[in-house]
């Protein structure tokens, strides 16, 4: 009866996914979609800051990273070049962040899955002691380097045509308790996605690469 308890108990474990492997899974989408590398390490750290806050959606990443949308091409509009329906999250997250020193009251225009440009925002937030509330049509956020604080019922739109972006000063000091992590599981359709986008960076087992180096080969002496 314990080793049945107990392999149960192994396989609800083994269906809950950590920090370290949503942040590496969305990294590696991120590099098979053709992000860059610093800009899927963004995304890898968007990924497990949402998490901690209850927030993460698989599906959100997969549908911003299977578009790899430019910057713009005018950063003081920050709106979309013509040729682009959408700014994506992680390039203008990291626009903003270079300058969130003196980032004043901003309007971003056409922008794809806001909530991912909130959770970019976050390490900047959190280097600054600074606090940012963005917001957009139904939703609004609060961001610290920690914690989020959240309203409205359009947190995970796919599209945003404007988000209102503030840096609040002084910075907001929300009660303790908030945070509420995801227990997310490798079962759903949206980190299958994920998955198989990652899979894009892999290379085929051949002969010829084991003789190259790839792999751990005949004996694993490491």
Not at 84 to 111: I, M, Q, S, W
Request: charged residues 20%.
């Amino acid at each position: 009866m314990e080793a049945a308890l107990s392999n149960a108990s192994f396989r609800v474990m083994k269906s809950v996914l950590s920090l370290g492997e949503i942040s590496f899974v969305v990294f590696k989408a991120a590099r098979g979609a053709g992000f860059a590398w610093g800009l899927a390490e963004e995304a890898g750290h968007a990924a497990r800051w949402l998490t901690t806050q209850g927030l993460f959606e698989p599906i959100d990443f997969y549908n911003a990273l299977i578009k790899t949308l430019p910057p713009p091409r005018e950063p003081k509009k920050l709106r979309p070049p013509p040729d682009a329906k959408a700014l994506c999250p992680f390039r203008l997250g990291a626009l903003l962040c270079d300058g969130a020193e003196n980032l004043p009251d901003r309007r971003a225009y056409r922008v794809s899955h806001p909530l991912l440009l909130a959770a970019c925002l976050a390490p900047a937030a959190g280097a600054l002691q600074k606090s940012f509330a963005l917001s957009w049509r139904g939703a609004k956020i609060t961001i610290t380097r920690h914690i989020a604080i959240t309203g409205g019922d359009n947190l995970h739109a796919n599209f945003a045509d404007v988000v209102q972006i503030k840096a609040l000063s002084p910075p907001l000091s929300p009660p303790a308790g908030l945070a509420k992590p995801n227990a997310i599981s490798p079962n759903t359709s949206g980190w299958r996605r994920l998955t198989t986008l990652a899979g894009k960076i892999l290379v085929p087992s051949s002969e010829d690469s084991t003789i190259k180096g790839a792999g751990a080969g005949l004996t694993d002496n490491d």
